[in-house]
């Protein structure tokens, strides 16, 4: 849609929220890893809704659920084919170098 700043305006405000929630909920309350975890969730919800105004102002409607066409998952396939195969051969090789260094002993894991 060649919209470079609606995302920008939302990655800036998620982060804001994300570091003030993190300061707030984990230094002040206490709340340790639950803090982070709760700011992270308010602040991508907050990024979501703003890609979705971002969206209305485009005139498309993000709040509309529909049923693809047949040839629509096929597209998808085709464009983000290549990213996946490269991403799962990424997990593939950090899962098998971890099951390697597992099976070495424990100060090799450790080491790991």
Same mark, same amino acid.
């Given at each position: 849609? #060649? !919209?470079?700043?609606?995302?920008?305006?939302?990655?800036? &405000?998620? /982060?804001?929220?994300?570091?003030?929630?993190?300061?707030? @909920?984990?230094?002040?309350?206490?709340?340790?890893?639950?803090?982070?975890?709760?700011?992270?969730?308010?602040?991508?919800?907050?990024?979501?809704?703003?890609?979705?105004?971002?969206? #209305? !102002?485009?005139?498309?409607?993000?709040?509309?659920?529909? &049923?693809? /066409?047949?040839?629509?998952?096929?597209?998808?396939?085709? @464009?983000?084919?290549?990213?996946?195969?490269?991403?799962?051969?990424?997990?593939?090789?950090?899962?098998?170098?971890?099951?390697?260094?597992?099976?070495?002993?424990?100060?090799?894991?450790?080491?790991?």
């Amino acid at each position: 849609m #060649k !919209d470079s700043w609606g995302p920008l305006k939302a990655l800036a &405000v998620a /982060s804001v929220i994300n570091g003030v929630g993190d300061v707030i @909920l984990c230094l002040y309350l206490s709340y340790g890893i639950a803090g982070a975890t709760w700011a992270t969730m308010v602040s991508q919800v907050v990024a979501g809704l703003m890609m979705i105004e971002a969206l #209305k !102002d485009k005139g498309y409607n993000g709040y509309v659920i529909f &049923v693809p /066409s047949p040839t629509e998952p096929f597209q998808i396939f085709k @464009l983000t084919g290549p990213v996946f195969i490269m991403m799962m051969s990424k997990v593939k090789f950090c899962s098998l170098l971890v099951y390697i260094a597992t099976s070495m002993g424990t100060q090799t894991v450790v080491e790991h």
